[in-house]
C-alpha cells in the first residue's frame, strides 16, 4: 500500500508540470528511472525521479528532484534476539532535492557534474516480535547529499550515476527503545528523459 502512494506522486507532478510547461517554455522536466546498484535485498531496488530544470548560465543548469526509491534500506538488528525487522525487502524512500549541475561544454554530447542537499523521508519499519505488542519502528527523516555525474545526449536522453549519502539512523519503537540501525545511503544509474522547454544548454 505504501509503495502505491508513493508511486502515485510523481503522476501528479507530472501533471501539474504538463499543464504549466505549456506557458512556460524556459522550464524542462526530467524524469529519470533507474536501478539501484548497491542493493542486498533479495527484491531489485529501484527509483524514479522527476526534476523540474531552469537554465541559469552558459554551463549551468538549477532543479528541484523529486525521487521516490524501493528497497533501498540496509538493515542491522544488532544480533537482537527479542526483536527482528520483519520484511526487510518492502521499504521505500522519498526525496526532495535542490540541485546544480554543471555541463563541461556546450557540444551537443556533454558530460556533467551536479550535487544537491535535501530532505530525505523514511517509511516506518515492520517488526517481529513474540513477547510483546510492537509491531512497527520508526526511523527519523533526515539531511541528506546528492552527487552525480553523467552525460547529456542531444539534451533529450541522459545517462547518470548517482550516489545519495544519507547518515545511518537508529531503529526505535515506541517505548524509546532502540532495536537497530539502518543505512539509508544508496548507489543508482539512471536514464533520463527531458519533456518540454528550449535547450538548456545551448
Do not use: W
Not at 503522476?11 to 501539474?16: E, G
Not at 510547461?21 to 522550464?27: K, L, M, R
Not at 528511472?33 to 538549477?62: Q, R, W
Not at 516506518?124 to 520508526?138: C, L, R
Request: charge should be negative; include cysteine.
Amino acid at each position: 500500500m505504501l509503495k502505491k502512494k508513493l508511486l502515485s506522486l510523481p503522476l501528479l507532478l507530472f501533471c501539474l508540470f504538463n499543464v504549466d510547461a505549456q506557458e512556460q517554455s524556459n522550464i524542462k522536466l526530467r524524469i529519470e528511472p533507474g536501478a539501484l546498484l548497491d542493493s542486498d535485498s533479495e527484491n531489485l531496488g529501484l527509483f524514479l525521479n522527476m526534476e523540474p530544470k531552469i537554465k541559469i548560465s552558459e554551463h549551468t543548469v538549477i532543479g528541484l528532484r523529486f525521487g521516490v526509491v524501493l528497497n533501498p534500506q540496509k538493515f542491522d538488528d544488532h544480533n537482537n534476539s527479542q526483536f527482528l525487522v520483519n520484511e526487510e525487502n518492502d521499504n521505500a524512500v522519498i526525496s526532495f532535492i535542490p540541485t546544480f549541475d554543471y555541463y563541461l561544454n556546450d557540444k551537443n554530447t556533454r558530460p556533467y557534474l551536479g550535487f544537491g542537499i535535501g530532505y530525505f523521508i523514511f517509511s516506518s519499519v515492520d517488526i517481529a516480535n513474540p513477547t510483546e505488542n510492537v509491531s512497527e519502528g520508526n526511523v527519523n527523516n533526515q539531511i541528506g547529499l546528492l552527487l552525480r555525474g553523467g552525460i547529456d545526449l542531444g539534451n533529450k536522453l541522459r545517462f547518470g550515476l548517482e550516489y545519495n549519502f544519507v547518515p545511518k539512523a537508529d531503529i526505535e519503537i515506541p517505548n524509546d527503545q532502540i532495536i537497530g540501525t539502518v543505512d539509508n545511503s544508496y548507489l543508482g544509474l539512471s536514464i533520463g528523459f527531458t519533456i518540454g522547454g528550449r535547450r538548456l544548454i545551448e
